[in-house]
């Protein structure tokens, strides 16, 4: 597949995943995932996770022989994210499992690195950035734990608490949801119907963009009134993960809730996965964190990714001392020359899609 185009990568890309979802793709939102993948590196690097898991083991072959992890795969800057836990504390952290996988643990670190060297933003260089992720993911194999915003962590929840004026942006832009031409499938409706906190709710259903990888999957909200306020649910087609597909398996497994309801993670009751629709709750407190809305690339900001990070990896089975094993017998520029590699592949892809 690495020998392909990105062009004719994409279409076969396509076409899988047209198939995977018997038909039910939205053109519009593939159009709009095109555009993005043209804006700038980053946007291309966050939309073709696909190509990514087809890829970086020709390009970075040194990467094959660590130790396997279920793994958050699509991982980058902009896949972390803050929501609410069964005792309603704020929770920050990886907040999107659409393509875990069982995978060499270090293609998480060198993804989210390499998407810190494309960001438009990026204030730091190569080396800043790894030293950063790896200082936090080396934390986190001797101290796994959630990110808790409630007690500690104050210099994060100063930056993640909600302003009133994104509250009121929240609600205002569910208000301008325009209804679909026909209602969700039946499918969608159950999903929605049933992750209301009350049964026998009425539920509005409105078709909702958003996201950048998964642009083209059917996504559709579902908003009631309840006990004096709205509540807002999303449900999302999934497929399964670009990894199986890269390495031709045929697992059809999805890994979303292992992950999510790891040993070390403190998740959002909410989030659920049911047949292949995920589903969650939306609010001004669930939501994903956008570089253009913060500062992700501060060194303490890439520390606590990384940290995040070993939490995921050591959140399901025993790969403690497997990791720790390989990190310790790694060269010292490892996951430098890795993002370096990677970043210099993507940038050229990026380039090759632009030209058309």
Request: proline residues 5%; contains cysteine.
């Amino acid at each position: 597949m690495a020998s392909k185009d990105i062009h004719r990568a994409n279409k076969a890309y396509e076409t899988w995943l047209r198939a995977e979802l018997h038909g039910d793709i939205i053109g519009d939102d593939l159009a709009a995932k095109h555009k993005k993948m043209s804006a700038n590196p980053f946007s291309f690097l966050r939309a073709t996770y696909w190509r990514w898991a087809e890829t970086i083991l020709t390009i970075c072959p040194d990467l094959a022989d660590a130790p396997t992890a279920l793994a958050v795969g699509d991982i980058h800057l902009e896949n972390y994210g803050t929501w609410r836990d069964d005792d309603g504390r704020l929770i920050w952290g990886v907040n999107d499992y659409d393509e875990a996988a069982e995978m060499p643990y270090v293609l998480d670190l060198v993804r989210l690195a390499t998407s810190a060297r494309l960001a438009p933003t990026r204030r730091h260089n190569t080396r800043d950035i790894c030293v950063a992720i790896l200082d936090g993911y080396r934390a986190a194999l001797a101290r796994p734990r959630p990110t808790v915003l409630d007690e500690e962590h104050r210099w994060l929840r100063d930056l993640l608490v909600v302003p009133e004026v994104a509250r009121v942006r929240f609600w205002a832009k569910l208000d301008l949801m325009k209804p679909a031409k026909r209602p969700p499938a039946k499918r969608y409706r159950d999903v929605l119907q049933g992750a209301m906190p009350e049964a026998d709710i009425e539920v509005t259903f409105r078709p909702r963009s958003a996201g950048t990888g998964s642009l083209g999957r059917p996504r559709w909200i579902g908003i009631a009134d309840w006990r004096g306020g709205r509540v807002v649910r999303e449900a999302k087609a999934l497929v399964p993960s670009g990894w199986v597909r890269a390495m031709r398996g045929n697992a059809r497994a999805l890994h979303c809730k292992a992950i999510a309801f790891g040993a070390f993670r403190a998740p959002d009751p909410w989030y659920d996965v049911v047949s292949t629709i995920g589903v969650r709750r939306l609010s001004p407190n669930s939501r994903k964190i956008e570089v253009a809305d913060m500062p992700l690339l501060r060194a303490r900001m890439l520390w606590a990714m990384g940290y995040e990070l070993a939490s995921v990896h050591r959140g399901t089975g025993d790969r403690h001392s497997a990791i720790a094993e390989d990190l310790a017998r790694r060269k010292r520029r490892w996951l430098r020359d890795a993002t370096d590699t990677a970043a210099e592949f993507v940038g050229r892809e990026y380039q090759a899609w632009r030209k058309g």
